[in-house]
């Protein structure tokens, strides 16, 4: 057993509250070694799937101050399904109070923050990212500060996420051998662009435990390994092709490489 705890706090919105609430928390756990990572604006069951999925490789708790309704019931629902253990920080404040008075809570992600300039700047990368995602508009490709290519699994939304907290505009694209990238990926600025490849059992190692959660079995094209590294193959190509920087996430947390991503950017790559 590790000797430190991970702790992945998510939240539909900034993640300030959960997270000083957390912290308060660990505060009578000063002796030891805890890891906390951070993930806001959760706001859709696709991107709090994505999330729960990387959480399994590595951590031991899920923390979460969830005010939009749908995503609590997901949770509620789901959470048998994982290893770790769950924490819910705001609910049971929110239905205590909305019991006790018979008041109804506006279930709105977000009021208690201040808005000012860095926050609408957040925002906005936020609404980036979301509009951005998994190829729906390839005009985002020549808008983004980061771009964001690669195979199925590869974490593309997650770290689309991250760095749109930090403020970043991100874009991102699926790379698969059926379909042509979009024209504008090739008209984007290339030290813009990054390429995340992963080792081929890693791959299939998530895409199975992706498949298992869909209560799909294993045999799938999807998680068959000729096909993840007909994938891959097609994705190093057009990496090759863009001469875009390339980013092996295989052993890496979200956290780390998206800090590996902000120094390529900002160097140049």
Partial sequence: MSDSLVIYVLSDSIGETAERVLRAALSQFED??????????????????????????????????????????????????????????????????????????????????????????????????????DGKDPRGLLKADIVLIGVSRTSKTPLSMYLAHRGYKVANVPLMPEVSPPKELFSADSRKIIGLIIDPDKLAEIRNERLKSLGLGKGATYAARSRIEQELKYALNVMEDLECSIVDVTHKAVEETANLIIEMVKNGN
Avoid at 52 to 63: F, G, H, K, N, T
């Fill in 32 to 133: 030891y070694r805890i890891i906390v990572k951070k993930f806001s604006y959760v706001t859709s069951k696709s991107i709090l799937l994505q999330v729960l999925e990387e959480a399994s490789d590595e951590a031991d708790v899920v923390a979460y101050t969830f005010v939009i309704e749908e995503l609590n019931n997901f949770v509620k629902e789901e959470k048998d399904s994982y290893s770790f253990a769950f924490i819910d920080l705001l609910s049971y404040i929110i239905d205590t109070i909305a019991t006790v008075k018979n008041w109804e809570p506006k279930r709105e992600a977000g009021l208690i923050h201040s808005l000012d300039e860095d926050y609408f700047k957040q925002v906005e990368a936020i609404e980036f990212a979301v509009k951005y995602d």
